[in-house]
């Protein structure tokens, strides 16, 4: 990743004056937005990374913090089915390996689709079409993208499931998805999804729908296809355990918007951000021999409609009225660089939360 | 499968049988409660006593009613020979007894108007799924749209208004207005144009009242279906939307349609009565319409078997195929 610096960008991230960037993929001020009857829904809101090949970024978040959407609109798949419906907003740029994707045509997008970049999905029973079996499935996630006849490319599916560690898979391509277990299912979900080799893989939630027992099994399988294929990976979930296991970098996301983004041992063992600090304490660790109870963070998740003014965490933040003038209230803050490669937005001062930190917060943990 | 199949026809024969003895009970006993001699409706009012007491003989009619139930279904399979009043008729097999009114055989009847029956139902079902879910799919895409609207307007009236009224509207404009059609049925033997000529308006009529039906439920499956994380999963492999609506999102779509059509189609054959009146088409609704206002048992009751034939047909057609499209069911 390069060496950046704060700029005066509307959302205070990082954006460097050229613009086709060196990342390989890029993000920059991506906002989506649904109209509503209730009004605008700020799903994401001015969310700017980037990522490189061979690496993995973690977004994490609660539910409705725009996880998922953000990964949508990297797919071009945020106004999917929505037949009739007011369509999406999208704004700012995703670059991927050079091309900007928001304003390249939509079928070039599509041609993308599947091939430079793929998706594992949450609950993959649902994911897959009930109708069809594992193998046509696969057969047709490679035959849009490469000219050979079924034969080829289903002695491919078979390849590719016997790297994702299906046994005998010369027999269960032709299996349907009910006729798989969870584990399996995930497991023919990531064939799908790597079978043309993309460079961007996109996993929503991949372990959210399975087994404890399975969950590890299918993390190892992506770390390790992800060092066999070289390909940049973004891991979206919920669990912190799960990026702890993944990713080079992780990313926070509140409201829409990045609360801490920084290299995973960073965000782990010096946070600096009041939210990151509550998502730690809510962790359950089988690591430490005294475990009090788990502390949650208080309050549920803002309102996409109406995002609280000032700092969208300012009504859950404990600390929220340490900062002078009623200023965590008023006046967003914007991503400010607290280390190497490690931003947070908060309005504290970096020394008060790193005391805050080390004094309070960790020794509970 | 090949278990689940003579399971099933099994079950459908258990059925008909049940059908058959409770069709007869119904038509047989409520004569006689009412105190209405059928041996009477068969002869005539004004008839001789003796005449009266050999048609009795003949038919059966005093034998106990198990005995009348196995005569019966002893002519289906191996004819009957009816003796009494002085003659004897041989009626072979499948033998359904005889019409009180034009005392024709009931079989020739049925079999004469089944055909007619068919081919409404089956060219009027063509027709109704190709408008119903062409219009379906189409404001499914263009939910909220002027046609969306339209379509779902049009659809409303076609199901709300009653066949004899649509029937008569086309009827006069098609056939006394436009004097396009001669709005009189030739059977298909007297040449194909004249039979066809003859079969498209009722199709027409029918079909738009189906259709209606048949667009809704496509619009509100394929809206349904839309939502799926599987048509979502389509998108991302980089699939085409022509092919992530016409393969993915209607290979799903189909299998409600195909419940309807199932039941849709078998009732039709029962008896399309009135599209056929309105019409005057020689089907079986028309023949069994006319029986009960005669109350000409024996065609009723022959009527009402084929008909049960062919919802327990239709059924069955329906869950095989429910089958093949829908994996997840199993025939066993």
């Given amino acids: 990743m390069t060496e950046l610096s704060k700029s005066g960008a509307a959302v205070g991230e990082p954006t460097p004056a050229s613009p086709a960037p060196k990342a390989f993929l890029e993000v920059r001020d991506l906002k989506v937005h649904f109209p509503t009857d209730d009004g605008l829904v700020k799903s994401v809101d001015g969310l700017s990374f980037q990522l490189e090949k061979g690496k993995t970024l973690g977004i994490v978040g609660e539910s409705g913090s725009g996880k998922s959407v953000t990964s949508l609109g990297i797919m071009g798949l945020h106004t999917a089915g929505q037949y009739g419906k007011r369509k999406a907003q999208i704004s700012g740029e995703i670059w991927l390996d050079g091309t900007e994707l928001l304003s390249a045509d939509p079928d070039h997008v599509r041609k993308l689709r599947g091939r430079e970049m793929a998706m594992i999905f949450q609950d993959p029973l649902s994911a897959l079409h009930p109708y069809y079996t594992i193998g046509q499935q696969i057969v047709e996630a490679y035959r849009i993208h490469h000219d050979v006849d079924k034969k080829t490319a289903k002695r491919r599916a078979v390849e590719m499931l016997d790297r994702v560690g299906i046994p005998q898979p010369d027999k269960r391509v032709d299996s349907y998805p009910h006729e798989f277990s969870g584990g399996m299912r995930q497991r023919a979900m990531i064939a799908m999804s790597l079978v043309n080799n993309p460079e961007l893989l996109i996993a929503d939630e991949p372990t959210t729908a399975l087994d404890v027992t399975v969950q590890a099994q299918i993390l190892d399988l992506i770390r390790d296809l992800q060092k066999e294929f070289g390909s940049a990976v973004i891991v979206i979930t919920h669990d912190l355990g799960v990026v702890a296991e993944l990713a080079d970098d992780i990313l926070v996301m509140y409201g829409g918007r990045c609360v801490e983004r920084g290299p995973a041992e960073k965000v782990f063992y010096e946070p600096r951000h009041p939210y990151t600090w509550g998502l730690l304490g809510s962790m359950p660790r089988l690591d430490r021999d005294q475990q009090e109870r788990l502390i949650p963070v208080k309050g549920s998740p803002p309102s996409l409609i109406n995002i609280p003014s000032g700092c969208a965490f300012n009504p859950r933040c404990p600390y929220a009225d340490l900062p002078k003038d009623n200023v965590t209230r008023t006046v967003r803050p914007e991503l400010a660089e607290v280390g190497s490669r490690h931003w947070a937005a908060c309005h504290m001062g970096t020394e008060q939360r790193e005391r805050i930190w080390t004094e309070e917060i960790a020794p509970k943990l | ?332």
């Fill in chain 2, 1 to 332: 499968m090949l278990a689940y199949l003579i399971r099933r026809f099994f079950a459908a024969a258990v059925m008909l049988v049940v059908i058959v003895m409770v069709v007869f009970g119904i038509f047989f006993l409520i004569p006689k409660w009412a105190g209405v001699d059928i041996a009477l409706s068969f002869v005539g009012k004004q008839a001789d006593p003796a005449a009266v007491e050999g048609v009795r003989e003949k038919l059966g009619l005093g034998d106990p009613i198990y005995a009348q139930v196995w005569e019966f279904f002893k002519g289906i399979f191996a004819g009957r020979t009816y003796t009494g009043g002085g003659d004897t008729i041989h009626c072979a097999a499948p033998c359904f007894g005889y019409s009180f009114r034009s005392e024709q055989a009931v079989w020739p009847v049925l079999t004469d108007r089944f055909p007619v029956t068919l081919a409404l139902a089956l060219g009027a079902a063509v027709l109704w799924l190709i408008m119903g879910v062409s219009a379906g799919v189409l404001s499914a895409l263009k939910r909220g749209s002027l046609w969306d609207r339209g379509a779902m307007v049009v659809a409303l009236s076609g199901v709300s208004l009653p066949i004899y009224f649509t029937g008569m509207l086309a009827l006069s404009i098609f056939v006394y207005g436009l004097d396009l059609f001669d709005g009189q049925f030739h059977p298909l033997e007297e040449g194909f144009s004249g039979w066809f000529g003859g079969m498209i308006l009722p199709w027409v009529t029918l079909a738009f009242l189906y259709a209606a039906m048949y667009a809704r439920i496509t619009r509100a499956t394929m809206l349904e279906i839309l939502g799926e994380d599987y048509i979502r999963t389509a998108r991302a492999k980089g699939l085409k939307e022509t092919t992530v609506i016409g393969k993915h999102a209607m290979r799903s779509t189909m299998t409600p349609l195909l419940t309807m059509l199932g039941m849709d189609l078998g009732a039709l054959i029962g008896g399309a009565i009135l599209t056929e009146t309105a019409f005057s088409l020689p089907g079986l609704g028309q023949a069994v319409l006319n029986a009960i206002k005669n109350q000409d048992l024996p065609i009723i009751l022959g009527v009402t078997l084929v008909t049960s034939v062919a919802v327990l047909v239709a059924n069955l057609v329906v869950d095989i195929l429910y089958a093949v499209i829908d994996p997840r069911v199993r025939l066993t």
